[in-house]
């Protein structure tokens, strides 16, 4: 063989190898490609047991505080962000109007009371004369009885010739004003009787009367506690809005105060929701912490879709639809006890181990 054959020789073969080369490193791209594009959607083999999720935040319950009555600030006594404790005093509002008002609700209550009082006594009395009324009518039917015993002894009297018609006329005429006596007294009886019954339904009136400036009493009351602003729960405040000599009108936001119970909410993606049930174990880091890593389990999952509690629902029937992953909330308690630094609006990245699910249905 001559020396050019065997140089077009070697240039063969190593064109051989450049294609052998060539095609083994596509090859191997296109696997790298396919198992990049595996694990960044977490498809086998590298599903993953652990569901992780960066849209989620510490949450709290922040409660705006607001005053219920109007009036001007008479003090301030707590500063921005500071702890307080349920019941302390933070903010009063000028009380002398409120105060008046309490005054005026209770001379009502006095006034009614009175004459309530007096409404017990006109009972009294008004069955004092049912009493006399009674003792009346008696007497005029014993006079009744005995005029007309009278006017029969005279009658047989006249019969015989004893007594003379004027003197029987004289007895009859007795006699019918006994009986009318009597009448008189059963209606008079009958008066009092009518009135007691006023009086008794009177009582009733005076009876809600006192009822109502009570109530009204009560609610003065209320407006003077509510002219100083307790602190509704331990906690730390925000920001005050308000100050000393400010007028301030009832539901206007004075500060806010955060409670020390915390929790996170977690957007999980519907399509990874698979087995994430409440009791799951979870760990979560805080970015503004430098990633400082807190224990939790799932408490709650949310009943529907995040898109579902939205003022306007999405309406996907339309003609350029697009799918998307919907988002679900999921709630999670808090079991590491070392929290101060925590905040609510913080973000934080969530990994939910899902194993112990798997392992509950393995079981079963």
């Known amino acids: 063989m001559s020396q050019q054959e065997q140089s077009q020789l070697n240039e063969r073969e190593r064109n051989n190898k450049l294609r052998i080369l060539s095609i083994a ?3 191997g791209l296109a696997v790298v490609g396919v198992l990049v594009i595996l694990y ?3 498809l086998p083999p590298f599903t993953s047991q652990v569901q992780t999720t960066e849209n989620a935040y510490v949450r709290g319950q922040v409660t705006f505080i607001s005053p219920q009555v109007n009036g001007y600030v008479t003090a301030v006594k707590v500063l921005d962000y500071q702890p307080v404790k349920k019941g302390e005093v933070m903010m009063t509002i000028d009380d002398r109007i ?7 609700a209770q001379a009502q209550v006095a006034m009614k009371k009175a004459a309530l009082a ?3 006594q006109q009972r009294r009395s008004a069955e004092a004369v049912i009493e006399r009324n009674k003792a009346i009518l008696a007497n005029a039917k014993a006079q009744a009885m005995k005029s007309g015993l009278d006017l029969k002894r005279v009658e047989n009297l006249v019969s015989d010739g004893s007594l003379s018609v004027r003197e029987r006329d004289a007895a009859r005429a007795s006699h019918s004003q006994t009986m009318a006596d009597v009448q008189q007294a059963v209606a008079t009886l009958d008066v009092s009787r009518q009135d007691l019954q006023s009086v008794i339904v009177n009582t ?5 009367d006192v009822a109502s400036a009570e109530a009204a009493l009560e ?5 003077l506690d509510n002219t100083k602003i307790h602190a509704p729960a331990d906690g730390q405040l925000g920001q005050i809005a308000v100050r000393q000599g400010a007028y301030v009108t009832a539901g ?3 500060t806010s105060i955060v409670p020390e119970q915390l929790w996170i909410i977690a957007n999980m993606k519907e399509t990874q929701m698979a087995h994430i049930r409440p009791g799951l174990p979870v760990t979560f880091t805080v970015d503004a912490l430098n990633d400082e890593r807190f224990e939790g389990k799932v408490e709650y999952i949310s009943p529907a879709a995040g898109s579902e509690f939205s003022a306007i629902s999405p309406d996907n029937a339309t003609g350029n639809f697009v799918k998307i992953a919907q988002r679900i909330p999921v709630r999670i308690n808090i079991t590491s006890q070392n929290t ?7 973000s934080v990245e969530v990994s939910i181990d899902t194993a112990a699910a798997s392992e509950a249905q393995g079981e079963k």
Not at 204 to 208: D, F, M, P, R, Y
Not at 219 to 223: E, K, T
């Open 252 to 254: 206007a936001r004075l």
């Open 204 to 208: 009733a009136a005076l009876q809600a």
């Open 340 to 346: 101060t630094r925590l905040r609510p609006g913080m």
């Open 25 to 27: 490193f596509g090859a």
């Open 40 to 42: 960044a959607w977490q």
């Open 98 to 104: 409120y105060l008046q008002r309490v005054h005026q």
């Open 219 to 223: 609610l003065a009351q209320i407006d």
């Open 118 to 120: 007096n409404n017990v």
